[in-house]
């Protein structure tokens, strides 16, 4: 055994808090504009639509789940430095770039397209992100060392909507540097504030970054992608065959935890506007404020897991954690009797469809837009009649909707990081790039298919098919942990170099 140096483990740390920060900037890059993509969208392209809203937030992760695999192959065999700058750089051009998508005189839902799907492939240096910590920790100090990455990860999302609610206080207009062709408004200013800290991740990437690799056990190996600064000790004990069914088990489990989440996120700003009549300024700064508590709520969740699962162990945790998810959407189902507010106003023949109830029409009388001119500014809110659920579902009370955030803030965070931890413990001592390459892409995959499918679902055919279909997916989920859970375990503790 090669005892580690005083030095060496004050590098190794260094490094790996250098991976938080990259993960943290990361998530900041996702959320900083989650809540102001559809009002931003409806402002410079009024073509755009709610499903293509999908496909915008969605092309965040189609751009993640092409570069997951590939950034994850180059960590296996180049110094990992590589990747990370590389990545971090498409961030930030790809920021400014969405900065300025409001200049074409057409088209500019698809610049916004485009600039969403660049930020999302320089994200894929999570992936690397993760096969580092896996690497550069023994097994006693993964856990930890995983929940203080999603800590990080927590803690992007909550800052990401609290600067976008800030920043909202430049209003939509804002100021314009005509030599720049530039608006700086509420859209503009978080993007160009998140290609700022890119530039400042990378730095800190050249002037602290090192390779460090250990194995289950603590002990250096020598790196295999290493630019000169590893230990000289040869790797040991990574004889045996990884188990490939907890593999595929953990990636499912993981593309529905993150399936959920992308579906919570995507549809709090429409839902908002929808039930509660919402401007697009208050739906963005008040679900700001509340991604922002359920933010810090996720942060003391990583932080009270690491000691839990001390004592229950993360199998047990990752259960309890998708039970709590499920009743938070089972809340979430519209239950009571009252219908939201019509948005009357998106008839473009301004009449009245036959399909409206009869004591309805006294509130659409008197709504006082109605009595403005036809070329009036006054922005319409409400449930749009063109979505023909708003006629009979009843409305989700803010109360509803308030529990459910608080609920699945709660289960989300525990479900996230335990199922890191034990994919990484599953897959043990073996360069992991390329199967965190592979979960990073199964996430990225489920934040595609679930801004699609609940913008869909969703604008066709209400909350209630959309909240009782993922209710269902838990469900099966469920099921599957219990199938797998026994071959959810360690690497070294599968082949009996260590006790679980």
Request: aromatic share 12%.
């Amino acid at each position: 055994d090669v005892v580690e140096s005083q030095e060496h483990y004050k590098s190794r740390w260094r490094s790996i808090w250098i991976m938080y920060l990259t993960m943290f900037l990361s998530s900041v890059g996702f959320s900083i504009v989650i809540m102001s993509v559809w009002p931003y969208l409806q402002k410079i392209d009024p073509t755009a639509d709610a499903s293509f809203l999908g496909w915008i937030i969605a092309s965040y992760s189609i751009g993640q789940m092409v570069a997951s695999p590939l950034f994850g192959l180059w960590s296996n065999y180049r110094p990992r430095r590589e990747p990370l700058v590389i990545s971090t750089a498409i961030s930030v051009a790809a920021n400014c770039l969405y900065a300025y998508v409001h200049v074409p005189h057409s088209h500019n839902k698809y610049y916004m397209l485009t600039a969403r799907a660049l930020v999302g492939f320089g994200a894929g240096n999570v992936a690397v992100v993760r096969s580092y910590i896996a690497g550069a920790t023994s097994l006693t100090e993964r856990t930890s060392a995983m929940a203080n990455t999603s800590a990080c990860q927590a803690v992007g999302f909550i800052l990401g909507p609290v600067f976008q609610t800030c920043f909202t206080l430049i209003g939509e207009e804002g100021v314009t540097w005509k030599f720049l062709c530039l608006q700086l408004n509420m859209y503009t200013a978080p993007v160009l504030f998140g290609a700022f800290l890119g530039v400042i991740n990378i730095i800190l990437i050249f002037a602290i970054f090192r390779e460090h690799r250990v194995d289950d056990m603590g002990r250096q190996y020598k790196n295999i992608n290493s630019d000169g600064e590893g230990s000289d000790v040869l790797d040991q004990n990574t004889e045996g065959s990884i188990d490939h069914i907890a593999v595929v088990a953990l990636n499912v489990l993981f593309f529905v935890i993150l399936f959920v989440f992308a579906v919570f996120e995507t549809i709090a700003t429409p839902l908002t506007m929808d039930m509660y009549s919402w401007t697009r300024k208050e739906a963005v700064f008040y679900n700001g404020i509340i991604l922002s508590m359920i933010g810090i709520e996720s942060v003391i969740v990583f932080m009270v897991v690491k000691t839990l699962s001390k004592k229950t162990g993360e199998r047990a945790i990752l259960h309890a954690g998708l039970l709590i998810v499920l009743v938070g959407f089972f809340i979430l189902l519209p239950w009571g009797k009252k219908l939201p507010n019509i948005q009357w106003q998106e008839i473009k023949n301004n009449s009245i469809p036959r399909t409206a109830p009869s004591e309805m029409l006294a509130p659409f009388w008197s709504l006082p837009e109605l009595q403005l001119p036809s070329n009036h500014t006054a922005e319409p809110v409400g449930c749009p009649v063109t979505q023909s659920w708003c006629l009979n579902t009843p409305m989700i009370y803010l109360a509803q909707y308030i529990s459910s955030d608080v609920l699945i803030g709660l289960g989300y965070p525990v479900c996230n990081v335990m199922s890191y931890t034990l994919y990484s413990k599953v897959l043990g001592p073996k360069p992991q790039g390329v199967y965190m390459g592979w979960l990073t892409a199964s996430g990225s995959g489920a934040r595609i298919l679930g801004p699609v499918f609940v913008s869909q679902i969703y604008t066709h055919l209400g909350p209630r098919w959309a909240f009782s279909l993922i209710c269902g997916v838990v469900v099966v989920s469920l099921l599957l942990l219990e199938i797998a859970y026994k071959r959810l375990i360690a690497f070294s503790v599968r082949y009996g170099r260590m006790q679980e």
